[in-house]
């Protein structure tokens, strides 16, 4: 399991589908270097993957 988000992790997380990275961060709430709210977006699949609780979910989601 991943977490908490840190900004350090764009470098490694890819989306879980077509293994396309950098994904695209949007901040909406930070604490410190954690990133508590926000989103994960993948630009070939267009699905945003939601950050609650500083956790990235990066499950399949679906539409
Ligand atoms: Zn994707």
Redesign the pocket.
Known sequence: MLGPMKPELMDILA?P??K?HPLQLTVVEKKGNDIVKGSLY?E??K?TYPIEGSIPNLLPQTK
Request: glycine fraction near 0%; charge should be positive; proline fraction near 0%.
């Open positions: 989306c589908v077509c396309s993948c070939k699949c699905v």
